[in-house]
């Protein structure tokens, strides 16, 4: 008898525990990812003219008409999603699965896509995918496919023309510019994820002479910062500081400020038109031959270089 009043106990507690949360859209991380995002994708749109937009999970293969090139409007229009771009979108997805940096794929008409999957405590947030542009010379070839697809769903003359109309007028940008703007997504999706945790979004656990560390540089990385007065922010010893944000974010305090800079130096060289050493001071460096090796090092070419290819 005591044992059933036990069990019934123990069965009550168990009615009554919360159900645990089964929808990815409840998770706090996608929440606080999706608003970085929205911010830092608008600028990326601005600054280089493409596309680019989020996808939460569940991923439906069906869905990924959001700013859809013109083309890929009348492809998808009636209600018919066109086959090619719903493969091309599935394997785009699949291919940047565990992959850190962007997947590029042309779709069958020649428009080049990309796509690249940003994560949060091993946790995917979401898949950023965007580009449709031309990189490539429209070839006779893809124009005849456009036309027999249409054709074969059945899809009048007028829509036929209108399609061509649209590849014939589409966005066409050099294979640099194309690569340049890849080099800023890659900035903007790390920097997403900077800003979703600091919105409150959760990520691995940080101790709080760290956590203090990196609010204050993120607020003053264009302000000059010495790393002491960064420990007395952070309230512990310069030494102690160096050892704890090794230890947890990987990198030392001066490369953290570094990376900060530089991924900005590289946003205001593709959204502003200010001189290089404009940009330099404006991010917080002090020196413009110390800018200009760093940003080399670390963005893979000179900062003229990387404007030009963006500016193409």
Not at 53 to 75: A, N, R, S, W
Not at 97 to 110: I, Q
Not at 125 to 148: D, H
Not at 226 to 248: D, M, N, P, Q, T
Request: glycine share 8%.
């Amino acid at each position: 008898m005591h044992c059933d009043g036990g069990r019934k106990r123990k069965l009550e507690r168990v009615a009554v525990a919360p159900p645990p949360p089964t929808r990815h859209e409840e998770s706090e991380a996608v929440k606080g990812f999706s608003r970085a995002a929205e911010r830092r994708l608008a600028e990326f749109r601005d600054a280089t003219g493409m596309a680019a937009y989020l996808t939460v999970p569940p991923f439906d293969p069906g869905k990924y008409g959001q700013h859809l090139h013109p083309l890929c409007e009348i492809m998808n229009s009636e209600g018919r999603p066109c086959p090619g771009c719903r493969l091309m979108h599935g394997a785009l997805r699949a291919r940047a699965m565990g992959r850190v940096r962007p997947e590029v794929a042309d779709c069958h008409l020649g428009l080049r896509n990309f796509a690249v999957i940003v994560s949060m405590s091993r946790e995917v947030c979401g898949v950023i995918e965007g580009g449709r542009v031309l990189v490539n010379r429209v070839s006779p070839v893809k124009a005849r496919r456009m036309t027999r697809e249409s054709h074969a769903a059945n899809r009048g003359s007028e829509v036929v023309r209108q399609a061509r109309v649209a590849l014939r007028n589409s966005q066409r940008i050099s294979e640099g510019r194309f690569s340049a703007a890849l080099g800023l997504l890659e900035c903007d999706s790390s920097q997403i994820v900077r800003e979703a945790r600091a919105a409150g979004a959760p990520g691995p656990p940080r101790s709080m002479p760290v956590t203090l560390a990196m609010e204050h540089i993120r607020e003053n990385f264009r302000e000059r910062l010495a790393v002491g007065a960064i420990a007395c922010v952070a309230r512990v010893s310069e030494g102690h500081l160096a050892r704890l944000f090794k230890r947890e974010t990987g990198q030392t305090v001066v490369q953290f400020v570094n990376h900060l800079r530089v991924e900005e130096a590289k946003r205001l060289l593709v959204a502003e038109r200010l001189q290089v050493a404009e940009v330099a001071f404006e991010c917080g460096f002090e020196s413009i031959p110390h800018f200009n090796r760093l940003f080399r090092r670390m963005a893979g070419m000179p900062p003229l270089e990387f404007r030009a290819r963006c500016g193409e």
